[in-house]
């Protein structure tokens, strides 16, 4: 079995940061042509990684959804060490997973415990996953929420004022923002999936 705490880009040629800057076009063929990702090392001790692209290919893959929704179907009602692996991996990388996925992986896990909770011999695994992913949702549709619009008279970044749960939408959120230009409110709403309405001037009162 990995061990998923082994660093799995240790064995990647490393650089510094100021390498990177004095080579920056050597370096850069070297990771778009050769395929070779590069760790850069920040003067502040952190790194980053420098890869093409394609090294994401397998994640991105729509298919790779697929895989991991079959994968957990499989270990709901087992009482193996497979709910614990697939449970765990989709926590530690939920933020790399599309939206589409946990929408589908949530609904896929109410269901089951709705349908065979008494069965189930780790329906706190579950919960906890189903909680995992509902934060998730949740931290994205705010972000979304946030995401800076224009005002309609005047064409300015609108200021966010209060972002407030809908009570008619679970998951969804009523924004108000300000325009210090025009000195205008608008306000608009925003679903859980991050779609949002189109906006209209508010009043307070």
């Known amino acids: 079995m990995m061990n998923y705490e082994v660093n799995p880009f240790q064995d990647y040629e490393s650089i510094t940061i100021d390498e990177l800057k004095d080579q920056a076009n050597s370096l850069l063929n070297l990771v778009t042509e ?25 994640i ?22 497979m709910p614990m692996v697939v449970a765990d ?3 530690r990388h939920t933020q790399l997973l599309d939206d589409k996925f946990l929408v589908l992986a949530a609904d896929e896990i109410r269901r089951h415990l709705e349908d065979y909770a008494e069965h189930e011999p780790n329906p706190n695994l579950w919960h906890d996953l189903l909680d995992a992913l509902e934060t998730e949702q949740r931290e994205r549709a705010t972000r ?9 008279a ?3 970044p609108l200021e966010i004022m209060s972002i407030t749960d809908n009570w008619h939408s679970p998951g969804g959120f009523d924004v108000i923002a300000h325009c210090r230009n025009c000195l205008s409110n ?11 309405s189109d906006m209209k001037q508010y009043f307070f009162g």
């Open 60 to 81: 991105c893959d729509s298919d790779f959804r697929l895989i991991l929704l079959s994968a957990m179907r499989y270990a709901m009602g087992r009482n193996t060490c």
């Open 154 to 156: 005047c064409g300015k």
């Open 186 to 196: 608008y306000e608009w709403f925003c679903d859980k999936d991050g779609a949002v």
């Open 34 to 58: 050769e395929q070779r990702p590069l760790r850069v090392c920040m003067n502040n001790g952190k790194e980053f990684l420098l890869f093409p692209q394609d090294l994401l290919a397998p």
């Open 144 to 152: 979304k929420a946030r995401k800076i619009r224009l005002c309609p």
């Open 89 to 91: 991996y989709i926590k």
